[in-house]
């Protein structure tokens, strides 16, 4: 078993497992550790889809991010006889007014992105299946879609293998000693070395963060939740495209039924609940997390049973100011942190694992250094999600 590499990835989830097939891809000789096994449910890949859409409506500046993640999952594609992402347009529906439907107005003015205005009639005519307030409109867009979240994963760490990864599963390593020379990495039993360290392990990278960074970030409780339709309803892509829906108290966001019409993904967008740690966070939901998807359910998605037949909940990272980590640990050159995307992130994560195998072989883009996790020591203005 070889045990010297130039790359080292512990975790191997959204970041990680596009970053490791990338330097895979890029020809470089190269390790990846995973905690659990492959595509597993634990941390923020669960779940069956996350949204694509290509305008980031409170961070314009992942514009570019988005753009290079949508090339890149069309190479990914490449390699999986599984649609990974697919293009269903998408809706965003709340009042013309609200400032976050302003935002997305901007932002899909600064992506280049074509948006469809639609009235309460249009949307009864084409999309029946949301109820809609007498005031409130719909913006489509045809380039938003779903990700296979947990296939997208499993085919770009099968690519690296392919290309000639070590691929490590149920290995939980720790960084035993960093220097200019390398990086020396351990399980217990064995080591490892590589020249870099591209640690991507989510909800579990506090122990991986210097203490100042610790304290900015936190890793977080997503909750999700799967409704039946009622008989004669409609959730396909054709006529349930995925969507987010503004509500007086946060947002919904959902995708189309996957499962021949057995069930529809809708859930609550917005800050995450907090949890104690990773390892012993409540995967259920409480009476009253089901209750307020309950009664959202009931008013703008008559066509589905209230009460869902399916509702967990999934880990991911935070950082205090929602802008993620991605750029070296503080003092160390060797080490570099993609982490923190707090939910928001699993469309960006090709283009994520492209820009972080570019850092560790010494390709810095100017333009992504707002991410750089030296900014928490200091000061740092702004808020995306």
């Not at 990914?76 to 809706?91: P, V």
């Not at 104690?276 to 066509?303: K, L, N, S, W």
Request: aromatic share 10%.
């Amino acid at each position: 078993m070889r045990t010297e590499f130039d790359v080292a990835v512990i975790g191997l989830g959204a970041m990680g497992s596009m970053a490791l097939w990338q330097l895979a891809e890029d020809g470089l000789d190269v390790v990846g550790f995973e905690q659990f096994g492959i595509g597993h449910d634990r941390g923020a890949v669960g779940g069956e889809t996350r949204l694509f859409r290509r305008m980031q409506t409170s961070g314009p500046e992942y514009t570019p991010v988005i753009k290079l993640a949508h090339a890149r999952w069309e190479r990914l594609q490449e390699f999986s006889d599984i649609q990974i992402l697919t293009e269903t347009g998408g809706l965003m529906i709340g009042r013309s007014e609200d400032s976050r439907m302003v935002a997305a107005r901007v932002a899909s003015e600064k992506a280049g992105v074509e948006v469809e205005y639609l009235s309460q009639l249009d949307m009864e005519n084409r999309f029946p299946e949301h109820q809609l307030d007498h005031d409130e409109i719909g913006m489509f867009d045809a380039t938003q879609g779903y990700i296979r979240c947990e296939q997208a994963v499993l085919t770009a760490v099968a690519r690296a293998k392919a290309l000639g990864a070590q691929i490590h599963d149920y290995s939980k390593v720790s960084i035993q000693h960093a220097s200019v020379d390398g990086v020396v990495m351990t399980d217990g039993e064995n080591e490892w070395t590589a020249k870099k360290v591209i640690v991507t392990t989510g909800s579990w990278s506090g122990e991986h963060l210097t203490p100042e960074l610790r304290t900015k970030s936190r890793a977080g409780r997503i909750k999700l939740t799967w409704f039946s339709p009622l008989p004669g309803h409609d959730f396909s892509a054709e006529s349930f495209p995925v969507f987010q829906r503004l509500v007086a108290d946060g947002t919904l966001y959902g995708a189309p039924s996957l499962d021949g019409g057995g069930s529809v993904k809708i859930a609550p967008g917005g800050a995450p609940t907090q949890m104690t740690g990773p390892d012993d966070y409540f995967r259920g939901q409480t009476v009253e997390e089901i209750q307020y998807m309950e009664r959202h359910v009931a008013r703008y998605f008559p066509g589905l049973n209230k009460s869902p037949i399916r509702a967990g909940a999934w880990a991911d990272f935070y950082v205090d100011d929602w802008i993620p980590f991605l750029g070296f640990l503080p003092r160390s050159e060797n080490i570099l942190l993609a982490n923190g995307f707090a939910g928001f992130g699993f469309k960006m994560c090709p283009g994520i694992g492209r820009i972080a195998a570019d850092m560790v072989q010494g390709k810095n883009d100017r333009q992504f250094q707002f991410m750089e996790p030296s900014r928490s020591i200091g000061t740092h203005a702004g808020k995306a999600r």
